[in-house]
Nanobody, 120 residues
Framework: QVQLGESGGGLVQAGGSLRLSCAAS????????MGWFRQAPEKELVFVAA????????NYADSVKGRATISRDNAKNTVYLQLNSLKPEDTAVYYC?????????????WGQGTQVTVSS
């Protein structure tokens, strides 16, 4: 099992930047693919970005492509999400996700979320 804790959210003006962090504890961090999701008020949870176990592969939602960078430091058991050129529509609670794939099954863990608010 892994425990996840996000930090780095806050209030920022449009055009600004934030760096979200997600610290993991528990089992071996490098065995998990990591991702970020977000949920805006009264909307569904949506995918933002993901990174492979060794950091060699990343992918992004079209809505943040070119403005977001996901990275990880396996030595620090931490995944990051750098968000630039923030827009009001980026306002949401951002959740960290850890995904373990074990052949025929997958296990996912979630953090408690961190609020990002972008003012216009």
């Amino acid at each position: 099992q892994v425990q996840l804790g996000e930090s780095g959210g806050g209030l920022v003006q449009a055009g600004g930047s934030l760096r979200l962090s997600c610290a993991a504890s528990g089992e071996t961090f490098s065995t998990y693919a990591m991702g970020w999701f977000r949920q805006a008020p009264e909307k569904e949870l949506v995918f933002v970005a993901a990174i492979s176990r060794n950091g060699g592969s990343t992918n992004y939602a079209d809505s943040v492509k070119g403005r977001a960078t996901i990275s990880r430091d396996n030595a620090k058991n931490t995944v990051y999400l750098q968000l630039n050129s923030l827009k009001p529509e980026d306002t949401a609670v951002y959740y960290c996700n850890a995904l373990y794939s074990g052949g025929s099954y997958q296990i996912a863990y979630w953090g408690q979320g961190t609020q990002v608010t972008v003012s216009s």
